[in-house]
């Protein structure tokens, strides 16, 4: 009785996020993006062009070692982007992290925090690239995510960027891998630049 109580509440899930998401794709054929800024000081400011029903809130999460960060939410919360920002000569450092050293970072982060409790064993790399951006990121689907659990998302794909001399790293969480509310996110990610 359990098990079918537990298949038919994945089932209506799926199917709302299904249907939020398509009218989410409809609207935003149909409507134009809005643009946000992230302030940070002397480094500049970080823009991201997101669909206009998205908000962005600034929480810092108590993390002494970040820049600000910021979370863009879609509505309901079907996809929550978490940017931690930093950039070149962040806190007095000389850190000016390559792609090549993104990649390693990530795969670093990937492989400790996420493997171990992933569904999948491996993980492949994948380019982040828009017109003011790049970076590296990867997917993992979390194995012990439920369907009982409020604010949780079953899909993350974690990654860092940089747009000119601000960079960091980011989290895109999801109710789906590669459907909809993942391809928006990562649209939304593509569109990272430093404000000129």
């Known amino acids: 009785m359990r098990a079918c109580l537990k298949n038919a509440l994945r089932q209506l899930m799926f199917i709302a996020a299904l249907m939020a998401a398509l009218s989410f794709a409809r609207a935003a054929e149909s409507e134009s993006l809005k643009t946000n800024g992230m302030p940070l000081g002397t480094a500049g400011t970080l823009e991201v062009l997101t669909p206009p029903d998205w908000i962005l809130v600034q929480t810092n999460l108590g993390m002494v070692n970040f820049g600000p960060i910021f979370e863009l939410h879609a509505p309901r919360d079907t996809t929550t982007i978490r940017i931690y920002t930093s950039w070149d000569g962040f806190k007095g450092t000389s850190v000016k992290?390559?792609?090549?050293?993104?990649?390693?970072?990530?795969?670093?982060?990937?492989?400790?925090?996420?493997?171990?409790?992933?569904?999948?064993?491996?993980?492949?790399?994948?380019?982040?690239?828009?017109?003011?951006?790049?970076?590296?990121?990867?997917?993992?689907?979390?194995?012990?995510?439920?369907?009982?659990?409020?604010?949780?998302?079953?899909?993350?794909?974690?990654?860092?960027?940089?747009?000119?001399?601000?960079?960091g790293n980011f989290d895109l969480l999801t109710n789906d891998k590669d459907g909809p509310q993942f391809k928006t996110g990562l649209k939304v990610l593509e569109s990272l630049r430093r404000k000129p």
């Open 97 to 167: 992290p390559t792609e090549a050293e993104m990649s390693t970072i990530v795969s670093n982060i990937v492989a400790t925090q996420y493997l171990p409790v992933a569904k999948e064993k491996t993980f492949d790399l994948e380019k982040l690239k828009g017109p003011n951006v790049s970076g590296v990121f990867a997917r993992i689907t979390d194995s012990k995510w439920t369907l009982l659990e409020t604010n949780t998302y079953p899909n993350i794909a974690t990654g860092m960027f940089r747009s000119g001399n601000i960079w």
